[in-house]
Structure formats: C-alpha cells, structure tokens
C-alpha cells in the first residue's frame, strides 16, 4: 500500500492545496476503519484512492466547520505549510486562506497551481484549456484573493482593464 504517494496525486490531481502529510494521517485511519467494515472490498480498484478522497473531504470540512466555529488553528505551521511559508500568510490566517482557496472552482486553482506553484510556462498551461489568457489572469488574481495576497481592486482593476463583467 502506497497510501502517502497516493495522497500527494489526488491533492494535485484536484489541485487543492493541503499539507499531505495531513491528508496522509486522515486517509490511514479511514483506510483501517474501512478494512475493519468493509474487508472483502478493499481489493476493489479505486478503493483507496476513494479513501483519500474521503479523507480530503474531512480535512476541507472539518476545517470550515472550525473556522466558523472560532476555534484558533491548531498548528498552524504544520498543518497550513504552503500557506505559511510559501505565500507569507500569518499563522493565524493560513486556515483562512485554505479554506478560501480550496473552496474555489477546480479551473481556478488549476491554473494558479500550473502557473504558479509548478511554473509551467503559459502556453503549456493555455494549451490544457485554461484559457483564454485573460480569463487565465483572472483566475490566478482570484486565487491570490482568496489567499488573502490581493484585495478587491486588484480584481477588478484588471477586469476593468480586459473588459470583462
């Protein structure tokens, strides 16, 4: 069972942003628990990557339901790391900032993490259809606001700037 290389790809494949050491602990008790119920069909192609899944899910939700809560992050530099130490977010604002950009549309953040977490070069990324180039922008702009990097003017001023509603 390679459950942490599994959890890395669907985090990418789904081009979330989350620690996957994180995701990696979740879907382990998952997959035990599942063993325990459900033994005859962890064997099924898929089964552990619905695991995965499953555990993503939890993580997503359970951090919305904290934050809405105002419970404080617990560990934040642990848990939130590319938010902490690749974005400059504060502590305190880096659960925050997952929860807003992994509640945005899938072609949203997979154009930021294309262009901007694995510097794929623009045509590449074009050529994937996420384009066009100013809805490209766009969506890598409302990344950066959901992130907290950018506020409202930033936006709108390029959209104002493309033409765009």
Same mark, same amino acid.
């Given at each position: 069972?390679?459950?942490?290389?599994?959890?890395?790809?669907?985090?990418?494949?789904?081009?979330?942003?989350?620690?996957?050491?994180?995701?990696?602990?979740?879907?382990?008790?998952?997959?035990?628990?599942?063993?325990?119920?459900?033994?005859?069909?962890?064997?099924?192609?898929?089964?552990? @990557?619905?695991?995965?899944?499953?555990?993503?899910? !939890?993580?997503?939700? +359970?951090? $919305? /339901?904290?934050? =809405?809560?105002? &419970?404080?992050?617990?560990?934040?530099?642990?848990?939130?790391?590319?938010?902490?130490?690749?974005?400059?977010?504060?502590?305190?604002? @880096?659960?925050?900032?997952?929860?807003?950009?992994? !509640?945005?549309?899938? +072609?949203? $953040? /997979?154009?930021? =993490?294309?262009? &901007?977490?694995?510097?794929?070069?623009?045509?590449?990324?074009?050529?994937?259809?996420?384009?066009?180039?100013?809805?490209?922008?766009?969506?890598?702009?409302?990344?950066?606001?959901?992130?907290?990097?950018?506020?409202?003017?930033?936006?709108?001023?390029?959209?104002?700037?493309?033409?765009?509603?």
């Amino acid at each position: 069972m390679r459950l942490f290389p599994l959890c890395a790809q669907r985090i990418r494949e789904a081009a979330f942003l989350l620690d996957p050491e994180r995701v990696f602990e979740h879907a382990l008790s998952k997959a035990a628990v599942r063993i325990e119920i459900d033994g005859e069909h962890c064997a099924e192609p898929g089964w552990l @990557a619905e695991c995965v899944d499953r555990a993503i899910q !939890a993580i997503l939700e +359970r951090d $919305r /339901q904290d934050e =809405q809560a105002g &419970i404080p992050p617990d560990q934040p530099s642990k848990h939130f790391p590319v938010f902490i130490e690749s974005c400059y977010v504060e502590p305190t604002a @880096a659960r925050l900032a997952s929860i807003r950009y992994n !509640a945005l549309d899938a +072609r949203i $953040r /997979q154009g930021f =993490q294309k262009v &901007i977490v694995e510097g794929e070069p623009l045509q590449k990324v074009l050529e994937l259809g996420l384009g066009p180039l100013e809805r490209l922008q766009l969506d890598i702009l409302l990344a950066l606001k959901a992130i907290g990097l950018l506020d409202d003017a930033g936006v709108e001023e390029l959209r104002v700037k493309e033409g765009q509603p």
